[in-house]
């Protein structure tokens, strides 16, 4: 049989463990997470998610992202640009209330002396309704995860 003490003990470590675990308010759990390589932004109307560029061979790449439309009438991805960049796709539709995964289609490729695995580009994305977001995405190599990312020919000039 246990003392009053060992009790009174055992019953103030069962109410005290919550509080000396990491429960509480703003926990990791309550906060945004994203365990992976691209990076978001959900500033504007369509959120960009998961951007980087995956590159088959120093400087070009695809430039791989979900554009999400939170927005009831749609939106197109007009221009691509950065610092020495050229984007040799223009435009992508972005549904009402959708999405479009840019790394799935491939549709839109990127050159720049800056397009280097392990390196880091600065993209300015400008959509048709007047949303311009700018972010600065990882270089990824074209294995693993992004082994099917279509990636842009090397033969292939951009506009």
């Known amino acids: 049989m246990k003392s009053p003490t060992q009790r009174r003990t055992a019953i103030a470590a069962l109410l005290l463990a919550p509080a000396l675990t990491a ?10 997470y994203q365990p992976a390589v691209g990076i978001n932004d959900r500033d504007g109307n369509v959120y960009v998610l998961n951007a980087l560029i995956v590159s088959g ?11 999400v439309n939170t ?27 959708g999405n479009a995964r840019l790394g799935e289609t491939g549709d839109v490729t990127v050159q720049g002396s800056g397009i ?8 300015d994305l400008a959509f048709q309704s007047g ?5 600065r995405v990882p270089v990824v190599e074209a ?17």
């Open 71 to 97: 927005e009831t009438s749609g939106d197109r991805l007009e221009t691509v640009s950065g610092p020495d960049i050229r984007a040799s796709r223009r435009t992508v539709e972005v549904p009402a209330r």
């Open 57 to 67: 061979e120093d400087g070009s790449g695809t430039f791989a992202a979900t554009l």
């Open 131 to 135: 949303q311009t977001t700018t972010v």
């Open 143 to 159: 294995t693993g995860d992004y082994a099917a990312v279509p990636l842009p020919d090397s033969d292939s000039d951009s506009e």
């Open 23 to 32: 429960c509480g308010f703003n926990a990791q759990t309550d906060q945004v």
């Open 116 to 123: 280097e695995p392990g390196k880091f580009v600065e993209l």
